[in-house]
């Protein structure tokens, strides 16, 4: 994406520092967004195979997926209308 310090893109990226991805003691995954724009945002779970598993919109800064996975590889697409960000977690 390109960007122009001195043109205002209307939008606000979210950084790989602002996002959190994590294993909850529930086995769930839990992210937690820093950048309070979760409200443009929404959270896809892929399999190590690459197979969509969900999709959902993110409601609020800390979100938790509700849905237990079985131990393997996950990667966590964070999407907002600026830009993505996939994280890897591994679940046991």
Do not use: C, R
């Amino acid at each position: 994406m390109y960007k122009s310090a001195s043109v205002p893109t209307g939008s606000n990226p979210i950084t790989n520092d602002e996002l959190i991805v994590y294993k909850n003691a529930d086995n769930q995954i839990a992210i937690k967004n820093n950048s309070k724009l979760y409200n443009n945002s929404s959270v896809t779970i892929y399999n190590a195979m690459g197979q969509e598993l969900m999709n959902k919109q993110i409601t609020n800064a800390a979100f938790v997926v509700n849905t237990h996975l079985s131990s393997g590889v996950y990667f966590v697409k964070v999407n907002n209308t600026a830009n993505s960000i996939t994280k890897k977690i591994i679940i046991k």
